[in-house]
């Protein structure tokens, strides 16, 4: 298991940080030196669920690698809030190319880099999700079976949220979007499409895959850490919740995190070879309603039994399959 | 300067940090400290989430340091004190509270144990007279000489310790620790006159040269009351018994016993009874068993012990080496009223307990000093109807125990400091309560179920029985850091590490942090994900 959840020094390992803690203990965020590399003074709106997990993940990859990293980007708000020329957010090398081809920019890198015989350096390709599971989805699917030497973290937010929040594959079902409108027999996206790409990055037999959030940030440091101890071909796709898109409270966006987490929505684990590894036990179980209840994408669904219960049902064989419950406590 | 550059790299590279996003903000999030439950509760007015801080860490010295602060006496209050901190505890409401006062106890006996001491402050060249070596009057005297002030106190009994020595039995009260934590208060200079009791407050004040008196006799005089009686059987009061116990006199409990009264004296001389030897303890109370005024978890304690509380009697004849009693019954309001119906039990000694007074021998000679229903009244800053005599604990209108009465030593003192210094200070404003909703306690993890026992057994039996176990040092840290801070930054860097802007400081161990307000968008998420409530939000002004 990447992360060992430690317990009882007051908040144990649930907070950021912990004085009662070994420093081995605590994660990145909660040195005063980590290298902020996504810094003050980006566009994203306020309490931008992938700005967090963006400073999150490349932060923890900065730590493992000491420094020596490079970024390719996917176009997506990732991309438009923190370079807008001629200003940059980012304090690491970093490359916009297209929308569709970050996986294959970052495995180009990776393989110069080869050429050129500097091993220490480590290639990170990053996106949402509109630019990984649709659009950037045949370089992505090349870089897993070449098993390039490149980190990809999808930033999971569940739409187009930077064109104006059309629904992506990545969209659960009951969504609205500004293409899945609640209107009709089906109001909001449709339950039985969508991709599940943890699952097919597994059918790749890569070395690694992993799903961590940004309200579990030793889970998620440990997983880019772990990441970064590995070659090849390795996937982290990251639950960020974004407040524009989902119609939610800025300062809600950890807690909705938190609450997909603990009512199985959203399963955290690892995934080695194929094979899971691990699973984030949910440490207290609430129902699916209580995640959904903050969300205007959702506020239909709360007054449709039939799609409620779908979505509970969801969340039931996420926490059947995985084995969500028990374990830890 | 001719631009050279191509298209589309005109303008020279720069970081975010040139946009201001602090601009966007229409509310801002500010760090503040609100005030716990358990400080709120206090009596004395300690810092319990300060010095919990410090025992969460192992700095034991710093925590009792800041115990010693606000109470000189944390091995007698970890014993005694009746810890409405822990009522007050937010944990209470995720699972159990913090057992506040077995922490309190360990660190006060560690004190003992290690002789940490305290200073005096520097020498003011001011006198200060106490009367009574109660907890009140030494509170006084601590906290008079940490100012530096000279302080004489003059005591009627043979031993210093009031009613903590004269009213609570060894078993929940030793007398090695009470002891020591006094001999620590002398060790500073403060001078106890023992067997001397005062009869005029203005001419002993005058004599001596004090500059100002405080006014700490108690209240042991027993109250006693007439019961029709074929004097069959021997009638004693509750205090003198205790008082009787402690002084090693001979005892008239035997047999079987019928303590009358429900307050904690009643409950200490029956648990007292029972120590003895005595064939069988009763304790007869007026009211029902929930309306008696003594504390819960002590009338639970002697019942296990073998205590019977008979309640909604009243005892109305001695005859015959039996007592009569009349059936009560609770009425509207709380009251209970007689029925008229009566029935006899054998009894072998009838103790009664039925409250204290305050002993108006002081007063007699003193025309501006009167009890007015058996108190003296004293006004917001502890003084009396005297100029520059103050009063305090058992003798002052107020509820009676031995927090509270440290509480008004350390009150009585300061108000005496600013006296002595020309004028009192307004009070500091009280920070807002902190309400556990302002919280976000999903942080807080269970204690693992290997500690939890052995706490579970300790917190329900420490600072009551000495046949319990002392906290260990593992224990006192676990119990510590079951602690949630409740509205004091404990540096958990939550709101550090959720800031999507990267828009807070971190300071360092011990200071803290600060918002970055140029950049800060004011989204709010360091207020939800703080954990203990010490960030707000408040309206930008625009």
Known sequence: ?329 | MKNTKPYAITLDVGGSLLNKTGSWRTDRPVYLDRLPPCNSTCPAGENIQQWLYHAESGEYKKAWLEIMKNNPFPAVMGRVCYHSCESACNRTQLDEPVGINSVERFLGDQAINNQWKVKPGKSSGKKVMIVGAGMAGLSCAYHLRLAGHDVTIFESSPKPGGMVRYGIPKYRMPREKLNAEIHRIEEMGVKIELNTKVFNIAATKEKYGFDAAFLSIGAQNGQYIEIKSDQSLPSLVGVDVLQGIEEDKPSDLHGQVIVYGGGNTAIDVARSAIRMGTQGVKVVVRNSRDKMPAHLDEINEAVQEGVEIVALRSIVEISDGHLVLEKMVTVEGGKSQPTGEFETIPASVVVQALGQNVDPGLFADVDQLELDDGVLDVDFHMMSGIEGVFAGGDMVPSDRNVTIAIGHGKKAARSIDQWLKGEFQQMDEKHEVVDISMMNTWYYSDAPRTIRPILDVVRRQSGFAEVVGDLDEDSAAFEARRCMSCGNCFECDNCYGVCPDNAVIKLGNGKRFEFKYDYCKGCGMCVEECPCGAIKMEPEEI
């Open chain 1, 1 to 329: 298991m990447a992360h060992q959840q430690v317990k009882f020094y007051q908040t144990g390992t649930l907070t950021v940080g912990n004085r009662l803690l070994d420093e081995d203990n605590r994660t990145v965020q909660a040195t005063m030196d980590r290298s902020n590399s996504l810094d003050s003074g980006h566009r994203a709106c306020q309490g931008c669920g992938e700005a967090l997990g963006a400073r999150y993940a490349i932060d923890a990859a900065m730590r493992a690698t000491d420094n020596q990293l490079i970024a390719a980007n996917a176009t997506g708000c990732l991309e438009v809030f923190t370079t807008p020329y001629p200003e940059s957010a980012w304090r690491i090398p970093w490359i916009h190319s297209l929308f569709g081809n970050a996986a294959a920019v970052a495995t180009g890198i990776a393989a110069a880099l080869k050429v050129k015989g500097k091993k220490e350096v480590r290639v990170i390709a990053q996106g949402g999700d509109g630019g990984t599971t649709d659009i950037g989805f045949g370089c992505l699917s090349g870089m897993f079976e070449r098993n390039d030497d490149v980190l990809y973290i999808c930033y999971d937010n569940q739409g187009y949220m930077n064109t104006g929040v059309q629904r992506s594959s990545a969209t659960p079902g009951g969504a609205r979007t500004a293409t899945t409108m609640p209107v009709g027999p089906q109001p909001g996206a449709d339950f039985d499409k969508g991709k599940n790409v943890p699952s097919i990055a597994m059918a790749h037999n890569i070395p690694y895959v992993a799903t961590a959030s940004v309200d579990r940030l030793h889970d998620l440091e440990a997983k880019v850490k772990k990441a970064m101890s590995m070659h090849g071909a390795r996937y982290i796709q990251v639950f960020v919740p974004c407040p524009l898109g989902w119609g939610s409270q800025p300062a809600k966006t950890v807690n909705l995190a938190r609450l997909a987490i603990e009512s199985g929505i959203y399963p955290l684990f690892e995934a080695e070879h194929g094979e899971i590894t691990s699973v984030t036990k949910i440490r207290n179980l609430v129902q699916v309603d209580e995640y959904l209840k903050h969300q205007r994408r959702f506020a239909h669904v709360m007054k449709n039994p039939e799609q409620l219960s779908a979505i509970q049902a969801t969340a039931d064989r996420n926490i059947q399959k995985y084995g969500l419950l028990g374990g830890q406590e």
